[in-house]
Each structure stands twice: as structure tokens, then as C-alpha cells.
């Protein structure tokens, strides 16, 4: 196990709706990136927080919003879900821009 | 768990022959690349790496191999196990001009280990 913990396992949510994804990082790790991953594609880099702030962005619209609080953990907000949302949302957790990142199991997305 | 394969590439392989696995990046300033392992219902999980002053690294029964020539990876798995069939999927780590690094993932192969 990687220490890269996210909830919940699954969730089903309605187009429009909003929803708030969560991720604790290994201990000690203050960079937390999230990647969206499509069935049958690879992960896709959304965004990353160090210390509190977004320091980085993939190609991703606004509805897509985070947060890092102060103990590291971090959360995933989708606003205005639409059906190709679904996906996989996987964590990755690292200390500072050191190169190994650890992910996490991942929250299976379901909008209908 | 929900199959992260669907339309992959697909490399089948009996229970002890070796597997070579292969994955083209598309930045030539990549300084790092690794494979990771993705099983059904599960996060990638690291494999090995190898940082871009190298062409080679082993660890225990995987190879990686670097050509930065044509940009080709490869992972190299001796002996291989039922317990090895996941996706593969390799990514390159890049640096963007505002000082932070991402990772950028290729395509994934699956591989299937038949007893």
C-alpha cells in the first residue's frame, strides 16, 4: 500500500450536478496531484497543490477546482458534471517536486 | 473491479516466458520516466524508473531500457507470473516553465499471463 488514501471508492451523480472528491496523502508529502483517467486511457494530469496552492495545470476547465488544506489532504470539486466525467480520479502524493509520486486507489465517477 | 483494458493494446504471454513491454514519449526534455502496474479496481503502483542520463536500469526481474535517440521506452519483465497481468502503462516527467513537474502518461498495454 501505497499511504495515498481517497473516498469515497465510488459515487453515481446526476449531469449538472457538483461533486467533492477526497484524498489524504502519505505522511510527510506536501504535493498532492490529481489525474482523471477514462476507461481504456491513461491518467491525465488536472492539477496539483504544494503547500496550499494550485502550482500547476493540465488542460482542464474551470469546473474543475481543488483545494489543499494545511495537514496536506486535498479535495476534487467537479461543478456542472457532465457524462464524460466519468472516470477514475486518482491522488498522487510526493514530498516537495521530488520525482516519486504515490497514488491512491482512486474514486470511480459514474454521472449519469 | 472495473477493467481499466478496454481497447489496449494487449500482449498475452505464457507463465514463464519473458515479457517486453513498449511505450514511445513525446518530450524530448523528459529527465525521468517509470513504469507503473495497474490492476483492475486499483491506482497505478511504481515499478521501476530510470532518470534520462541512463539507458538501462534493472530491479528485481524488470528491466527498463531508454533510447532517447527515438524516444522509446521498454520494461522487461524475466519469468513472468500470473500475478503480472495488469495494464502497464509508462510516463515521462516533465518540467513546465513555472517550475513544477507532471507526469505524462502513455497509452497502457495490457499484459495476460495464462498458467
Known amino acids: 500500500e501505497t499511504g495515498v488514501t481517497q473516498s469515497p471508492t465510488h459515487l453515481i451523480k446526476t449531469r449538472g450536478q457538483q461533486v467533492t472528491l477526497r484524498c489524504s496523502s502519505q505522511s510527510g508529502h506536501n504535493t498532492v496531484s490529481w489525474y482523471q483517467q477514462a476507461l481504456g486511457q491513461g491518467p491525465q494530469f488536472i492539477f496539483q497543490y504544494y503547500r496550499e496552492e494550485e502550482n500547476g495545470r493540465g488542460n482542464f476547465p474551470p469546473r474543475f477546482s481543488g483545494l489543499q488544506f494545511p495537514n496536506y489532504s486535498s479535495e476534487l470539486n467537479v461543478n456542472a458534471l457532465e457524462l464524460d466525467d466519468s472516470a477514475l480520479y486518482l491522488c498522487?502524493?510526493?514530498?516537495?517536486?521530488?520525482?516519486?509520486?504515490?497514488f491512491g486507489p482512486g474514486t470511480r465517477l459514474t454521472v449519469t | 473491479g472495473e477493467s481499466v483494458g478496454l481497447h489496449l493494446p494487449t500482449l498475452s504471454v505464457q507463465e514463464g516466458d519473458n515479457s517486453i513491454i513498449n511505450c514511445a514519449y513525446s518530450n524530448s526534455a523528459s529527465d525521468y520516466f517509470i513504469w507503473y502496474k495497474q490492476e483492475s479496481g486499483k491506482g497505478p503502483q511504481f515499478i521501476i524508473d530510470i532518470r534520462s542520463n541512463m539507458d538501462k536500469r534493472q530491479g528485481q526481474r524488470v528491466t527498463v531500457l531508454l533510447n532517447k535517440t527515438v524516444k522509446h521506452l521498454s520494461l522487461q519483465i524475466a519469468a513472468t507470473q500470473p500475478g503480472d497481468s495488469a495494464v502497464y502503462f509508462c510516463?515521462?516527467?516533465?518540467?513546465?516553465?513555472?517550475?513544477?513537474?507532471?507526469?505524462?502518461f502513455g497509452k497502457g498495454t495490457m499484459l495476460l499471463v495464462s498458467p
Open positions: 510516463a515521462e516527467n516533465t518540467h513546465q516553465n513555472s517550475g513544477y513537474s507532471t507526469l505524462t
Open positions: 498522487a502524493s510526493r514530498r516537495g517536486q521530488s520525482y516519486e509520486q504515490y
